[in-house]
């Protein structure tokens, strides 16, 4: 379940429900937005009543999610994952192509591999 904080909650109506998640005997996941902040009941959530939830102070509304990968899913986080690497961003719009040798067996292949990987596109070389 996702449970929507409402704008304005305030950290001790935070911290009473990541508690009242923990006493439950599940895991609490906290992420802080720009405007409010969500928290992601981590666990088997059938047994658990929305309404308890959606009682609690400064709770806005309760989102229960009914796939696996709670923490991956565009419920829990709507907006793109881009991870960086050495400024090449890979998850957003443009594609980013990896490439290079399955195993580095010396300085010199590594090189020669490189050049070829940059001259073919790819924009990260592995090895």
């Known amino acids: 379940m996702i449970i ?18 923990q006493d439950m005997g599940y895991r609490a996941h906290l992420s802080k937005g720009e405007e409010r902040t969500i928290i992601g009941l981590i666990g088997d959530e059938r047994p658990v009543s929305q309404q308890s939830l959606e009682l609690l102070p400064g709770v806005e509304r309760v989102i ?28 957003g719009q443009r594609l980013a192509i990896i ?17 070829a990987v940059k001259e073919a596109g790819a924009t990260i070389l592995r090895g």
């Open 4 to 21: 929507v904080m409402r704008m304005g909650a305030n950290e001790e109506e935070i911290g009473g429900v990541v508690k009242h998640i």
């Open 99 to 115: 490439a290079g040798p399955c195993a580095v067996e010396s300085r010199q292949q590594l090189f020669e591999t490189a050049f």
């Open 64 to 91: 229960p999610i009914l796939h696996p990968f709670k923490l991956a899913s565009r419920d829990f986080r709507p907006e793109n994952t881009i991870v960086d690497f050495g400024g090449v961003g890979v998850g």
